[in-house]
């Protein structure tokens, strides 16, 4: 029996990458399902929609599109209503247009919808396809579609039951030119990469990324995804609990 995949995204049911995802996930199932916000939620990183209606919208035969919702409450919408009395073993979410590589998956919708499938007990990866953003790239999608479904495979190989979520970033290189699979941890900055940026409209700004916080690890996810061409994969906690720093202060603090 095929393992039931849910996916979701954060760029909106009609984006291309969930297109590309579609075709990974069908690749290894015959049992996938859709449920994707109805418009971009980029950066909406793990917010639900609390204290307001929301409406499920079926655009085709096992695709849906939640009305003015989250990543998240996709992947809740599906996993505890849309499937049914049977939720999905596995949620995909992506495939994101652009990267989501170092503290960036903080704010990522695209990690946010697998951390909410996993804390609902499936298998889940976030998936992005890189761009140079500085040369002004066109987004090409050809590494995440040659290469997807191949790697979801080898997560769910190598998955243990462990209480973790995957992150995973492909190369903005030509398929041929990918080295591998890397597993690595992913990039702390030294500061916040959002800062204010001023707007050309008189009393407005933007909440951006101008550049990237330096330095960069060399062994970390944003270089050698860069220099290498590799796929990046990223375990990450769900309990995010510091439990060295847990003992340390026990029984030190006192009122």
Known sequence: MSQRILITNDDGVD????????????????????VAPDTNQSGAGHRFTLRRELE????????FA?????????????????????PADI????????????????????????????????????MSQSIDFKEGQEIIWDTAARHGAATVRAILAAHAGDDVYYNVNFPACPPDAVSGIAVVPHQRFSRSPFR?????????????????????????DFEVMR?????TVTPLLLQQTDMAMVERMRGTLKL
């Open 196 to 220: 204010y940026y001023a707007s050309h409209n008189a009393g407005k700004f933007f909440v951006a990324i101008p550049e990237t916080p330096l330095p960069l690890s060399p062994d970390h």
């Open 227 to 231: 220099r290498d061409n590799a796929i």
């Open 15 to 34: 984006a291309p990458g969930i297109a590309v995802l579609q075709a990974i996930a069908a690749q290894i199932s015959d049992d996938v399902w859709t």
């Open 56 to 63: 499920i919208e079926q655009h085709a035969d096992r695709v």
């Open 91 to 126: 949620v995909l979410s992506g495939v994101n247009a652009g990267q989501n590589l170092g503290d960036i998956i903080h704010a990522s919708g695209t990690a946010a919808g697998a951390r909410e499938g996993a804390l609902q007990g499936a298998i889940a990866i976030a």
């Open 66 to 86: 939640i009305i003015g919702g989250s990543p998240a409450d996709c992947v809740v919408a599906g996993m505890t209503h849309i499937l049914g009395d049977k």
